[in-house]
């Protein structure tokens, strides 16, 4: 049926329709028409963060965690290019959402307007796709378009930009208009051919190891995963971005590969006769030197994105296909059978580098309030990070008990994700416990938006791992220039005890290994959200290592 | 795939894109970005309305240039792309060349044209410009040829390429060439986040 409505109204109609529930942003001139109708939809719930950027990356925590499209409203100019952190962190890490910006008035595009920024000619790079939309007749086909490219194929954020007037104009809208986009196509099962050549890989293989990606959490092909992996008897590596895609208290767990991740995991890369690669895209921190990336291996590569086959790592075989499709073809094919000997052999490698060691030291460590956090959630918790020394401690010490846990800029590597992504999990999962492991440095890229926890009532639990250091900075300084520190030491840091108590946010600080198991336990009981500031050593090194660009043969597991 | 004197190799790719504001700077955008070499680019709308033609022909390292059409059916705005290289293509280009030619040496100059079946298509006192298409070798060397006299300006197009006869389907190894046939999408109810295609 055809609606006759403002372009604010359509926008509205077709997120609704989308099925959409939540939105993150901060209003401006440019896209005030569109809040103007939103108090006629009680169905989309505006959520208002204190900086574009932390809408974005709470779109982007909230996607992650439901497996829905996030969605992200700012004006023109300064608020459109604030998202752009945000876009490019989502870009990397393939999560659904949508972000509508406000643009300055048609006629006034390309004259340098106030507010004026040509964000689709910045945003190219870092979304999947974008839009100018110049008629309200547009608008309805468009947010369609915009959600189905988002959330089918390899998912990416896609931005939708609106100039004023064109929120205000008149404009048909037919829900039930089918779009139609010749350029795009979803790959789903992927080629007979290419199944039956893996699955002869896998049934010959003697040593074959699964590299599990984040292709794996975006398909949600968990059983499938572990099906499969049981059915063949086959040790599963997860990516960074594939950590609690199997469960790591099982057997074949062998832990996650590549700079920091665990020397076993390396390991039984480097000595397996067969990758399996499901929803990876073989990236650098994981390969390091391509030329010397488990030579003795053939490889099966599993992807969605058929630019992704051979990009970096050449593949025996390549399978293009929905990983879930892949799966459900596969597994018919592969043989039941058992790897006695690898799998003993791997048994041996997790045994002999156990890579999990916890510095002896009676001062708190930043592995020791990662390892309590896990022990007393039982590994029950989602859990967001930013990037450094806190992410690696938490990939390596947090014992995932459940699918689609863990959420990291892992591609971007963005410093502030933690904050705001946490924002974005607890509004998608209010009755889960959402526990922020947050570096002093990333924390306070993003920390305004305890503005936002508070105002929503989000019962967050921010774990601030605090050295007075860029931790991963240090150990790069230490170990690439010499020890020649430089610009690594914060001596100006708040007191985050008070500053989360001038929020009315509950602060606690934890100075000793005594305190660790209390404090959580406190945290975890208080109704509100609580800020923990774990004063915690500085340390230069984040063992293992494998230093950039090098391979296994660099390896540096622990020289202590 | 040819490889070039300097040891580099050159693929040849037909893409057919939607003719919208933008598009041009987003195939550019992602060659800049993923440090692809065009040697040559021809753009025109096509016989499908709504839809250009584009002819690449992009230089690099073997590893990088196969990428290209890969990375290129990434594009919404990109409806289908063909490596076309090892598969048996025509292809032109075309130039321009106004060289100079007073009365003493337009002789000699025509001669020259007449071999290598050139159009003239303007005489001046000092110059006369000509019209040449066909592959780049002949292009080159009547240019080389002509140098001697003067070249005052040389206008070179893209390459552009077609199949011969009918593309049998099938051919191709299916991993880089964009499924040509419709997405449809049903849009999902207000409750459901399905709708994948």
């Known amino acids: ?560 | 795939m040819a490889e070039t004197a300097n040891g580099t190799f050159q693929r040849t790719i037909a893409a057919l894109v939607q003719d919208r504001p933008g598009v041009l700077a987003r195939i550019a955008g992602l060659f800049r970005r993923r440090g692809f070499n065009i040697a040559s680019l021809a753009v025109g709308r096509s016989e499908r309305s709504g839809l250009s033609r584009m002819t690449f022909v992009v230089e690099g390292p073997e590893e990088v240039v196969r990428q290209v059409a890969a990375q290129l059916d990434r594009l919404i705005d990109v409806v289908e792309v063909h490596d076309i290289t090892e598969q048996n293509i025509v292809w032109r280009e075309l130039a321009l060349i106004k060289v100079r030619a007073n009365a003493g040496k337009r002789g000699e100059i025509l001669e020259l044209a007449n071999i290598f079946r050139v159009n003239v298509i303007d005489i001046g006192v000092e110059s006369l410009t000509m019209e040449i298409s066909g592959g780049r070798q002949k292009i080159d060397s009547l240019i080389e040829l002509l140098r001697k006299f003067g070249l005052e300006e040389v206008i070179r197009t893209g390459r552009v390429a077609t199949l011969r006869g009918t593309l049998v389907e099938g051919e191709d190894d299916g991993l880089f060439q964009s499924d040509a046939s419709k997405s449809t999408y049903t849009l999902p109810t207000a409750t459901g986040e399905s709708g994948s295609v």
């Not at chain 1, 609606?3 to 440019?30: D, N, R, W, Y």
């Not at chain 1, 924002?423 to 503005?451: H, R, Y």
């Not at chain 1, 220039?481 to 946010?505: R, S």
Request: aromatic share 6%; glycine share 10%.
């Open chain 1, 1 to 560: 049926m055809l609606k006759h409505l403002t372009g604010s109204e359509i926008v509205c109609e077709a997120l609704i329709k989308e099925g959409v529930s939540v939105v993150f942003g901060i209003p401006g001139g440019a896209i005030l028409p569109l809040y103007g109708v939103l108090s006629k939809y009680p169905a989309l719930r505006h959520i208002l963060t204190r900086h574009e950027q932390g809408a974005a990356h709470a779109a982007d925590g909230y996607a992650r965690s439901t497996g829905t499209v996030g969605v992200a409203f700012a004006t023109s100019g300064p608020g459109a290019t604030n998202l752009v952190t945000g876009l490019a962190t989502a870009m990397m890490d393939s999560v659904p959402m949508v972000a509508i910006t406000g643009q300055v008035g048609r006629a006034a595009i390309g004259t340098d307007a106030f507010q004026e920024a040509d964000i689709t000619g910045a945003t190219m790079p870092v979304t999947k796709h974008n839009y100018l939309v110049m008629r309200a007749d547009d608008l309805g086909r468009t947010v369609h378009e915009a959600f189905h490219i988002a959330r089918t194929g390899r998912p990416g954020p896609v931005l939708i930009d609106i100039p004023k007037d064109v929120f205000i104009e008149m404009g048909e809208y037919d829900p039930d208009e089918s779009i139609d986009l010749p350029g795009y196509s979803v790959p789903g099962m992927a080629d007979e051919a290419q199944i039956d050549a893996a699955a002869a890989l896998i049934n010959q293989a003697e040593r074959p190891v699964i590299l599990a990606g984040h292709g794996v959490v975006l398909s949600r092909s968990f059983d499938e995963l572990r099906e499969l992996a049981e059915k063949a008897q086959i040790p599963v590596v997860t990516t960074l971005l594939g950590i609690s895609s199997f469960p790591e208290d099982h057997v074949l767990s062998t832990g996650f590969p590549g700079m920091h991740g665990m020397a076993y995991a390396s390991l039984a890369i480097d000595q397996a006769d067969l990758i399996i690669n499901f929803g990876s895209r073989f990236d650098d921190r994981i390969v390091g030197d391509a030329q010397r990336f488990s030579t003795g291996s053939k490889k099966i590569h599993v992807d969605i994105d058929p630019a992704e086959i051979n990009k970096t790592i050449h593949v025996e075989a390549p399978v293009v296909g929905n990983i879930k499709d892949v799966f459900g073809q596969l597994l018919p094919k592969v043989k039941k059978t058992t790897h006695v000997e690898w799998l003993q052999h791997v048994e041996h490698l997790k045994a002999e580098h156990p890579s999990l060691r916890i510095p002896e030291s009676d001062r708190l460590m930043g592995q020791h309030v990662v390892k309590a956090l896990s022990d007393v959630t039982k590994g029950d918790a989602i859990i967001t990070t930013g990037v450094g020394q806190h992410q690696m401690w938490a990939a390596q010490h947090y014992q995932f008990k459940n699918a689609n846990s863990w959420l990291s800029s892992g591609g971007a590597g963005t410093m502030g994700y933690e904050v705001p992504s946490a924002i974005g999990a607890q509004v998608g999962n209010p009755d889960k416990l959402v526990w922020s492991i947050c570096g002093d440095g990333g924390f306070q890229m993003t920390m305004m938006e305890l503005a936002t926890v508070v105002e929503n009532r989000l019962p967050i639990k921010y774990a601030i791992m605090n050295n007075n250091h860029l931790g991963m900075i240090t150990q790069w300084q230490s170990f690439f220039y010499d020890g020649d520190y430089q610009a690594e030491t914060y001596t100006g840091n708040p007191d985050f005890v008070k500053l989360a108590e001038a929020y009315g946010i509950k602060g606690i600080r934890v100075t000793s290994q005594d305190e660790l198991e209390s404090a959580i336990r406190e945290a975890n009981a208080h109704e509100g959200p609580v800020v923990v500031d774990f004063v915690i050593e500085k340390v230069d090194d984040l063992y293992p290592m494998i230093p950039v660009g090098q391979s296994i043969e660099e390896l540096i597991e622990d020289p202590n």
